[in-house]
Every structure is written in structure tokens, then in C-alpha cells.
């Protein structure tokens, strides 16, 4: 026989309803947070993939902001290089306005107001902001101003070549900005004369019509057999009698290719050709006019400028070139024509960024589709870990109360038996 004592009854009856107590309350905390876990002894296997599963929420999280942020950055990029194409196309219209012989002066001077206004346009769109206010075409100098006007008033570029990338996903980075020098100066430039010479350090006699660059391959296929064999400057000589002969020099008398001999590769045409004959070199078809033996012109070849300069000299062309003689009128239409081309060349560099960033912006678009998956996909995976089924959680609280109840019953009815009462 065991013989259990009066204070044994009690802590055995104590511990049970503490038990069945604690049991109540951990039932009351489920409900009232809705988790079935809510410290790490609930379910030590279950806390560990949940604290897993937030700090891969976490994650996903912050790539889904980098994601939007890129969003932004790219969009407002793409709205201002669709004004930059809107504006050029209406300074090409201008162009092409005055370039017809029927325009008075005053008609050439309105076009040139009209211009400068589309030029401060330009100037401030290409000066656009984020919503952080730094500068979206300075590269990395986000504070400064992407052009600015110079002491001359000419619109120069102030940034770096500095360009910013985001991670949107592990091992995931798209660019967000792109430099305003990439996009905005560092444009193709018609092939021109850059400069010209009368010998002795003064401009030409002679002057240069008809200038056409007509046969991009014969320009290759001419400096193919110098050293470097890349295209660049050359320059046009004229000699005794009028004879011209054509060198791959600048305009500083360098080598701009040299031969097998180590002597600047001869571009002359056979038979070499005359002052006032029209005739084509490495590709280019032009006239040299009015030109005094000593007279030379170099043509710039694979030259950069900007938009800005672009606009900036037609509008000094329009208010200074002075038509009425062959000269004049020589000028202004190599003016024309050059300006064409340069703005061609700066819409075609731009949408070529434009389609570079729709690029970008699928891929944003793509990853973030992706973190948007996998960011419900392990919502999913924790809320069947951590969130509580309600229905079997009342219930196991309802009963657990009635076992409560029933414990504390049954504790105060054994608790009140006593061999006294059986005296």
C-alpha cells in the first residue's frame, strides 16, 4: 500500500492546474496574435524556418525598393530624352526652314530667336532632377548642374562620366543614370572644313562648295593602307598652276596616317585635280573655289561635338554669314547641310539610349515580377507555419476551459477529504 500524504494531494492538484493553465494561456496568446508560434519553445524546428523566412521577406523587401527606385529613375530618364528628340526634330524643321533661298534676313532672324529659345530648352531638360534633386545627367556629381553656359555663353558640360547602377536582385545590377557627355556631346560630326590656311597663318584665299560625304566605304578603303589605317583628318593643298594634292595631315601639319615609308599617306586622285573642278577623295565630293596657290583646308573627319554646339552654330550662321556672293552663299548652304547631319546624328545617338533603356526597364520590369513570386511564395510557406487556424484554436481553448473547470472541481472536492471525517 502507498500512503500518500495530505501535501502531496495538494502539489500534485497544483501542478495539474497549472498545467492545464498554461496550456489555457498559450491557447489565449494564439488567438489573440494570431500565431501559433510566438517563442522558440512553441516549436523550436518551426521558429528557426520562420526566422529564415523573414529574412528572406526582409530581402526581397529591400530588393523591391531598389527595383522601384530603378523604376523611377529610368522612366524619368526616358521622359526627358523623348523631350530632347521632340525639340531636336523641331530645331531640324527650323534648319530645314532656313535653308530655303526665298527667306529675308528678318525671316532668318526670327528663325534664330526661335532657336534660342528651343536651346534653353534643351538646356534645361538636360538639367533635370530626381526626386532626391540631384542632377540625372551629371554621372556622379549630383549636385552640379549637367551644362552650364561658359564665359563665352556657349552650353558646356559640368558632370563626370560617372554611371550609377542599382542591385535589384542577388547578383542582379541594372544602370539607373547615364552621363549627359555620352549622350549629348560626344555626337558624330559631319564631315566639315576645320580649318583653313593661306600659307602664312592667315584664313584661305580659296573656299570649299559642294562638300558631300558620299561613300563612307572609299573614306575606309582609303586609309586602309596607312598607319593607323583608321579615317581622320586630312587636308587639301594647293600647289602652282592650281594643282591640288591631298595628305593625310592636320591642321598642324602632324601625320594623321603615314605610308610604308614613314611619309603622310597621299590621298591625291589620279589625274590630281584643279582649283573650280568638282571631284571626290576618299569618298567626299567637293569643289575648292577662288584658292591661291599656298591655300589649304583641312577636313575634320571623325570629329565630335555636341548638340548644343550644333544649334549654337546655326544660330551664329544665320545672324552672320552674309549671302549674296558664291562665298556667302557657299557657306550657307555647307551650313545648312552640316547642321542636318549633326542633328541627325544627335536624334539617332538618343534614341539608340532610348532603346537601351527600354532594356533596362524590362529587366526591372522582369525581376520585378519575379521578386513579387517568390516574395508571396514564402508568405505562403510562414503562414502555414506561423499563422493559427482559428477554428481549432477556439475550440481547443473551449475545451480546455471545461478541463480546467472539471480539474478545479475535482481539486476542491479531494482537497476537502480528511481522516478526520471518518473519526
Given amino acids: 500500500m502507498i500512503r500518500i500524504s495530505s501535501q502531496q494531494i495538494f502539489n500534485g492538484g497544483i501542478n ?9 494561456v498559450d491557447t489565449q496568446q494564439q488567438i489573440s496574435t494570431g500565431k501559433k508560434v510566438n517563442k522558440p519553445s512553441d516549436d523550436p524546428v518551426a521558429a528557426a524556418r520562420i526566422l529564415k523566412l523573414d529574412q528572406e521577406l526582409k530581402r ?16 524619368q530618364e526616358e521622359s526627358a530624352l523623348a523631350s530632347t528628340v521632340d525639340i531636336i526634330q523641331r530645331v531640324r524643321e527650323l534648319t530645314v526652314q532656313a535653308g530655303s533661298g526665298s527667306l529675308s534676313p528678318n525671316d532668318r532672324q526670327s528663325i534664330s530667336a526661335e532657336l534660342k529659345e528651343r536651346l534653353d530648352q534643351l538646356a534645361n531638360i538636360t538639367n533635370s532632377r530626381d526626386a532626391s534633386g540631384e542632377y540625372i545627367f551629371s554621372g556622379f556629381q549630383g549636385q552640379t548642374p549637367a551644362f552650364a553656359k561658359d564665359g563665352a555663353g556657349d552650353w558646356q558640360y559640368q558632370g563626370d562620366e560617372g554611371q550609377r547602377v542599382l542591385e535589384i536582385d542577388d547578383g542582379v545590377t541594372v544602370p ?3 552621363h549627359g557627355k555620352g549622350i549629348f556631346v560626344d555626337v558624330a560630326k559631319a564631315v566639315s572644313v576645320k580649318a583653313t590656311d593661306d600659307g602664312s597663318g592667315n584664313p584661305a584665299n580659296g573656299y570649299i562648295s559642294d562638300l558631300e560625304f558620299v561613300a563612307p566605304k572609299d573614306l575606309r578603303d582609303a586609309f586602309s593602307g596607312g598607319t593607323p589605317s583608321v579615317p581622320d583628318d586630312f587636308t587639301i593643298s594647293v600647289g602652282a598652276g592650281g ?9 598642324s601639319g602632324n601625320p594623321t596616317a603615314v605610308d610604308a615609308g614613314g611619309n603622310p599617306l597621299d590621298l591625291t586622285p589620279t589625274p590630281a585635280p584643279t582649283v573650280g573642278e568638282d571631284f571626290r577623295v576618299a569618298g ?7 584658292a591661291q596657290p599656298g591655300d589649304s583646308f583641312t577636313l575634320g573627319i571623325s570629329d565630335r561635338q555636341s548638340v548644343f554646339g550644333t544649334i549654337e552654330n546655326l544660330i551664329d550662321g544665320l545672324e552672320g554669314i552674309a549671302k549674296g556672293s558664291d562665298r556667302g552663299n557657299a557657306e550657307y548652304d555647307a551650313l545648312i547641310a552640316e547642321s542636318l547631319t549633326n542633328l541627325d546624328n544627335a536624334q539617332e545617338k538618343i534614341i539608340l539610349k532610348q532603346t537601351e533603356l527600354g532594356g533596362r526597364l524590362n ?13 508571396l ?19 481547443n481553448l473551449s475545451f480546455q476551459s471545461f478541463v480546467l473547470q472539471a480539474a478545479q472541481q475535482s481539486f476542491a472536492q479531494v482537497s476537502r477529504m480528511s481522516l478526520f471525517d471518518r473519526l
Avoid at 61 to 75: F, G, P, S, V
Avoid at 387 to 392: K, L, M
Fill in 16 to 24: 495539474r492546474l497549472q498545467g492545464i493553465n498554461s496550456n489555457l
Fill in 60 to 75: 526581397v523587401d529591400t530588393y523591391e525598393r531598389n527595383a522601384n527606385l530603378a523604376d523611377n529613375r529610368l522612366k
Fill in 176 to 178: 539607373i543614370s547615364d
Fill in 243 to 251: 594643282a591640288i594634292s591631298i595628305t593625310a595631315v592636320d591642321s
Fill in 284 to 290: 567626299i565630293d567637293l569643289t575648292v573655289n577662288d
Fill in 363 to 375: 529587366a526591372v520590369e522582369s525581376t520585378t515580377a519575379f521578386l513579387e513570386d517568390s516574395g
Fill in 377 to 395: 511564395y514564402t508568405k505562403e510557406i510562414r503562414s502555414q507555419l506561423q499563422d493559427v487556424d482559428y477554428a481549432e484554436a477556439i475550440s
